[in-house]
C-alpha cells in the first residue's frame, strides 16, 4: 500500500480577532511544530502558506499565514486543512507510526479475521487511539498499544490487533443482540505525527 506523499499537520478551526490570526487544530506531537516543517498547502496545493505561530489558547495553536491579512480573508479558510510533502518531515523510528501512513488500512486479529478499516487516530489524553470501521458499519476505539496492536506491516498494507478481554465482551454482547457473531482484533503502537485525521490523518509529528 503506497504512503501518501503529503502529510496533514493541522486543521483551521476558526479565527482570533480582526487582524486575520487563525485557531489550528495541530496534529504534531508538539502544537507549534505545525510551522516547523517550512510552509503548508491546502489539499489541493493550490494554495500555499508560512505558517508564523503567535502562541496557543483553549487548545488550539495561533498563528498568522502569509497572504491572510483580515479576519474575512481567514474566516474563509475555517475547515482548511494544512498538508506539508512527505519529504519535509523527519524519517519515524522504527516503533513510530505517521497517522496518514495507519489510516485507510485494514485491522485483522491473527487468524485473519477482519475488524474494520482505520478512519481515525485520536488522543484523549490517556494513549492513542484507534477508531476502526467495519464493512457493515460498527465502529470500535482500540488501544494503540504493543499489547493490542502487535503488528504493523505498513509494506502488506495491514495491521494485526488482538482485542482486549473488555472489547472483547463488548463486541459479543452486540453480536449476541443482533443475532449473530462477532470478529475482534486489535493493535498499538507509538506514532508521531500528521495524520490527521485524519486526521493523518498521522502525524515529531503526530499526524
Known sequence: MPRPEK???GTIVGVHGVQGVVRIKSFTADPADVAAYGAVSDESGAR???????????GAVLARLSGVADRDAAEALRGVRLYVPRAALPTTKEDEFYHADLIGLPVETKEG????????????????????????????????????????????GRIVA????????????????????????????????????????GSGPRL
Not at 500555499?48 to 483553549?58: S, Y
Request: charged fraction near 25%.
Open 48 to 58: 500555499r502558506f508560512a505558517v508564523t505561530v503567535l502562541g496557543q489558547a483553549r
Open 113 to 156: 479475521a477482519p475488524l474494520g478499516t482505520v478512519r481515525a487516530v485520536h488522543n484523549f489524553g490517556a494513549g492513542d487511539i484507534l477508531e476502526l470501521r467495519g464493512d457493515d458499519g460498527h465502529e470500535l476505539l482500540l488501544p494503540f498499544s504493543d499489547a493490542a496492536v502487535p503488528e504493523i506491516d505498513l509494506a502488506r
Open 162 to 201: 488482538i482485542l482486549p478481554p473488555s472489547l472483547m465482551e463488548d463486541r459479543a454482547q452486540a453480536a449476541l443482540k443482533a443475532g449473530g457473531t462477532a470478529a475482534r482484533r486489535k493493535r498499538r503502537r507509538k506514532q508521531r505525527a500528521a495524520a490527521g485525521d485524519t486526521g493523518a490523518g
Open 7 to 9: 502529510v496533514c499537520l
